[in-house]
């Protein structure tokens, strides 16, 4: 990435073992980083890939495996996000944003729960629209915690198609999560 000058003492070598792992990150989302902040208007962009970033490193040390997101979809999410709402802020004022470091990492855990509801919720408003009736009204049943049996009487359908509806639509899910 051309933005990133890092001095000598900053090889691979010299990053401790727990940092590698963020060093291989840095390496494969630059890209993702510099291609989404190509979008931008050009003063901006230098402000922008800091943010990028800086999103890049609050994401990967808040990312919560239990939640079962890919990490990949996450840090992205996170990293657009954090773009667009600088990029807000700079086309607000017009100028560059000072960037205060003590404010963004006592707002981590307030930004990771906005991004995830926000996240969240346009997960299933997609995934509603991709959805067909059946597999809108299973799923509805599913999450309202009904066993198969429970749903296929209150849907009038046998049990292998309540199975087979949240097959497809674990199916749609997965599809989500790798396009």
């Given at each position: 990435m051309d933005n990133l000058?890092?001095?000598?003492?900053?090889?691979?070598?010299?990053?401790?073992?727990?940092?590698?792992?963020?060093?291989?990150?840095?390496?494969?989302?630059?890209?993702?980083?510099?291609?989404?902040?190509?979008?931008?208007?050009?003063?901006?962009?230098?402000?922008?890939?800091?943010?990028?970033?800086?999103?890049?490193?609050?994401?990967?040390?808040?990312?919560?495996?239990?939640?079962?997101?890919?990490?990949?979809?996450?840090?992205?999410?996170?990293?657009?996000?954090?773009?667009?709402?600088?990029?807000?802020?700079?086309?607000?004022?017009?100028?560059?944003?000072?960037?205060?470091?003590?404010?963004?990492?006592?707002?981590?855990?307030?930004?990771?729960?906005?991004?995830?509801?926000?996240?969240?919720?346009?997960?299933?408003?997609?995934?509603?629209?991709?959805?067909?009736?059946?597999?809108?009204?299973?799923?509805?049943?599913?999450?309202?915690?009904?066993?198969?049996?429970?749903?296929?009487?209150?849907?009038?359908?046998?049990?292998?198609?309540?199975?087979?509806?949240?097959?497809?639509?674990?199916?749609?899910?997965?599809?989500?999560?790798?396009?």
């Amino acid at each position: 990435m051309d933005n990133l000058n890092f001095d000598n003492e900053n090889t691979v070598d010299s990053i401790p073992p727990s940092d590698k792992k963020f060093s291989e990150l840095l390496a494969e989302y630059s890209s993702y980083i510099d291609g989404v902040v190509s979008s931008f208007p050009r003063h901006h962009r230098e402000d922008l890939v800091q943010e990028g970033l800086m999103a890049l490193s609050s994401a990967y040390s808040t990312f919560d495996e239990s939640k079962n997101v890919p990490i990949e979809a996450y840090l992205k999410i996170c990293i657009k996000r954090r773009i667009i709402t600088a990029y807000r802020s700079m086309k607000k004022n017009d100028e560059t944003v000072d960037i205060d470091f003590d404010e963004i990492s006592d707002s981590t855990d307030i930004e990771y729960d906005i991004v995830e509801k926000k996240y969240a919720e346009d997960f299933f408003l997609e995934l509603r629209q991709k959805l067909t009736e059946l597999e809108k009204n299973v799923l509805t049943e599913y999450l309202s915690d009904r066993t198969y049996q429970q749903i296929a009487d209150k849907l009038n359908i046998n049990q292998k198609t309540v199975d087979n509806t949240l097959v497809r639509i674990k199916n749609k899910v997965k599809k989500y999560f790798t396009d």
